[in-house]
């Protein structure tokens, strides 16, 4: 595998950065000749593909001249950062050139983040987190129709086993990830409706149930 293929989040040209409380987006430049503008998830780094137009179907191997040009750039821009990749242990030599392995609790991508930048992200979470804990003890929240809550089969988020997704469940009949088998106790268990994918409270529920088996070893498709 090529370091440009590790864990690299290619951006495709959006438009404005919409108002309210839409999340902020990466604004990239736009092309004079409406070609393609692909950029990095530093919302820095961009190129334009020349000749290609926005919705053209490309090739895996132009794809990958793609990210190996905004890596070049990138790398260009940043002589002595390295691109660290997360991994249990070291590739074999000669395996990921130019790219360093560190523990699975160790990354890196863009650089280093100040301590306060961290802070603000650990609390961002442990908000959301808080919100999860909160709709899983209620069952209004849940919108269930039986006063029951996910905490009474599960108390403290026990016996939910995140970690273990995606995995064949029997209640589904197929492989699940871990909101589908939230969704299916929210509608049979609870007797509520199920959330959307994009809903907020789903997003909490997974969060609060990841950080109650946080430093579990990941194991996923185990029953």
């Known amino acids: 595998m090529r370091p440009s293929q590790l864990a690299l989040a290619l ?28 950029g990095l998830c530093d919302g820095e780094t961009s190129i334009e593909v020349k000749g290609v137009k926005p919705g053209d179907q490309l090739t895996r191997e132009q794809g990958q001249a793609i990210a190996d040009t905004l890596m070049k750039e990138w790398r260009s821009k940043h002589p002595d950062a390295e691109w660290v990749v997360a991994a249990a242990e070291p590739p074999a030599p000669g395996q990921l050139p130019g790219v ?44 269930g129709t039986n006063a029951v809550s996910c905490d009474m089969c599960h108390p403290d988020g026990s016996n939910t086993h995140p970690e273990t997704y995606p995995k064949f ?22 007797r509520g409706k199920p959330f959307a994918d994009d809903d907020p409270r ?22």
């Open 11 to 38: 951006c495709l040209a959006a438009g404005p950065a919409l108002a309210g409380n839409d999340p902020p987006r990466h604004q990239l430049p736009v092309s004079p000749d409406g070609n393609l503008v692909v």
């Open 202 to 223: 789903l997003k909490a529920l997974e969060a609060y149930i990841l950080a109650q088996r946080k430093g579990v070893a990941l194991d996923y498709g185990k029953h």
């Open 100 to 143: 360093k392995a560190l523990g699975q609790d160790q990354f890196q991508t863009y650089g280093a983040f100040t301590e306060r930048d961290q802070q603000i992200w650990k609390e961002s979470t442990d908000r959301l987190v808080a919100e999860g804990k909160r709709i899983f003890h209620d069952d209004k929240a849940l919108g």
């Open 169 to 190: 469940q029997v209640q589904l009949g197929r492989v699940a990830l871990l909101r589908d088998m939230i969704n299916w106790c929210i509608e049979n268990p609870v």
